[in-house]
């Protein structure tokens, strides 16, 4: 069974910054999509961010656009999500998620994998 840890999450003020990560367990990160999303209570999950197999492509919700960056190193099965700027709408949990095929998608039921989430505050 393929795990996601995530960690990384934490309480910032207003125009910090964090860096999540998510380590993947097995032989196959290389092969796999990943996606960053976010949920707070009462809403659905977001996408936030994606990244294709390579780190080669990647794509971002408007709302972090210029604020966030996702990353992966391949031989260390970890991805990374940047936040730089942080305000307190984006306080949310954060989950990870892996997608089979190299590619990403931007919608929840397009991935295999999911970590537990870590709880990202940004008070104001």
């Known amino acids: 069974q393929v795990q996601l840890v995530e960690s990384g999450g934490g309480l910032v003020q207003t125009g910090g910054s964090l860096r999540l990560s998510c380590v993947v367990s097995g032989r196959y990160f290389s092969h796999y999509g990943m996606g960053w999303f976010r949920q707070v209570p009462g809403k659905e999950r977001e996408f936030v961010a994606g990244?294709?197999?390579?780190?080669?492509?990647?794509d971002y919700a408007d709302s972090v656009k210029g604020r966030f960056t996702i990353s992966r190193v391949n031989d260390k099965n970890t991805v990374y999500l940047q936040m730089n700027s942080l305000k307190p709408e984006d306080t949310a949990v954060y989950y990870c998620?892996?997608?089979?095929?190299?590619?990403?998608?931007?919608?929840?039921?397009?991935?295999?994998?999911w970590g537990q989430g870590t709880q990202v505050t940004v008070s104001s």
């Open positions: 998620a892996a997608q089979r095929g190299y590619n990403f998608a931007v919608v929840t039921t397009a991935y295999d994998y």
């Open positions: 990244t294709n197999w390579s780190g080669g492509e990647t």
